[in-house]
């Protein structure tokens, strides 16, 4: 496709997301979306994320486009090179290259390794508690509602939540907790314009309405923030004994607790990391991590789209081992992954892949490193030297 043509594709992508296309442009858009499964996905990302200005929309295509040629022509080298020699990459040192910004597709006219059952990826999906513990199941599947407690209205939408801000009469402080299961992500409007994005198996615990002086937050698991600025009440977000202190400013939050480190990585403004009575200051670009085994908290500089790539929908790998690059995808596809190899697991590879592919098209470009073998049956993933 080239560029004449991409740009007016994105043209006709931002009119159908403002529902403004007319039937010519719709008959356009429906052929290219035959034209590949993976069209449908870049779709559902332009409308998950609400991009509706042509030029953003048209970067990433042609992004994509670029991306795919690259890949064509290192499949083939790698064909050439995998004639002459199988083995030779050492586990600690393997690294896959792999090209382009959100999608990767394959060859048409090669044959796959071998056929397995697809493991498609996440969606949006949610369980909201309210204040009496009734639970509220959200995502994309779901009916829009308007939710009516104590006075207080909540807008349940496919991808996010808002709450409301108007006129709410002083009480009592109560709670909403929203938990993103495995295979999951969501998005909440916070009564004071705050907007999170929550990952996989994540967990927020939030005051319906902010009072006081401040405004807290818990968290467990990976969330996005763009904090609404109020000097006069700082926001705080709290996991287990550490804590991040903000005016106004974004930020993303990675604190799993089985993976012994809680990172707190600063794309603009100011925040303050405190745990167990030592603070640090972070700037842009930096981020604080609190070491679970040893409690010591430092600070380091980072490339910041490593870390918060994934509400962008994709997954940006820089020289992570290959079990650390599992850790993330099986909460995204909900998946058991055993390694049969100790070798394996050290492997370092380099990556930026669509977050919304299917997870067989990930471990087929993982395996043609020829460093790892990836077996699946059902959910459970079994990778071999």
Not at 40 to 48: E, G, R, T
Not at 273 to 290: D, I, N
Not at 318 to 340: A, C, G, S
Request: charged content about 25%; overall charge negative; aromatic content about 10%.
């Amino acid at each position: 496709m080239n560029e004449d043509a991409i740009y007016k594709l994105s043209r006709i992508i931002a009119r159908y997301l403002k529902g403004e296309a007319v039937s010519e442009e719709l008959e356009i858009l429906s052929a290219w979306l035959e034209a590949s499964p993976e069209h449908a996905n870049l779709l559902h990302y332009f409308s998950q994320h609400q991009f509706m200005e042509s030029h953003r929309i048209s970067e990433i295509l042609c992004d994509k486009e670029r991306a795919y040629l690259q890949f064509i022509r290192r499949k083939q080298q790698y064909l050439l090179r995998r004639r002459r020699l199988r083995i030779g990459l050492t586990g600690a040192a393997a690294a896959l290259l792999l090209f382009g910004s959100f999608l990767f597709l394959w060859d048409r006219n090669s044959e796959p390794v071998a056929p397995v059952a697809s493991i498609p990826p996440g969606e949006s999906r949610a369980v909201l508690t309210l204040v009496d513990g009734r639970k509220v199941i959200l995502g994309r599947n779901r009916p829009d509602s308007l939710l009516k407690e104590n006075g207080i209205e909540t807008d349940s939408m496919a991808t996010y939540l808002a709450y409301s801000s108007d006129d709410v009469p002083e009480k009592e402080i109560t709670y909403h907790q929203l938990d993103i299961p495995r295979k999951g992500e969501y998005q909440v409007i916070l009564s004071d314009s705050t907007r999170v994005w929550l990952n996989s198996e994540s967990r927020l615990r939030y005051p319906v309405v902010f009072r006081g002086k401040e405004r807290r937050v818990w968290l467990e698991g990976e969330a996005y923030f763009e904090v609404k600025e109020n000097k006069s009440s700082p926001f705080i977000v709290t996991m287990k004994n550490t804590s991040v202190k903000v005016l106004g400013t974004s930020f993303n939050i990675r604190a799993y607790v089985d993976e012994g480190a809680f990172m707190t990585t600063l794309v603009e403004g100011k925040v303050q990391l405190s745990h167990e009575g030592v603070e640090l200051l972070l700037s842009p670009s930096e981020q604080g991590v609190v070491d679970l085994n040893t409690n010591l908290l430092r600070k380091q500089f980072v490339d910041v789209g490593l870390y918060t790539s994934w509400k962008e929908g994709r997954f940006v790998f820089e020289n992570q081992t290959l079990e650390e690059i599992m850790n993330t995808l099986q909460r995204w596809y909900d998946v058991k992954v055993f390694f049969e190899s100790e070798k394996v697991k050290k492997a370092t590879f380099i990556g930026n892949l669509e977050r919304y592919s299917d997870f067989n098209k990930i471990t087929e470009m993982l395996e043609m490193t020829g460093v790892a073998h990836f077996s699946i049956g059902g959910n459970n993933i079994y990778i071999s030297e």
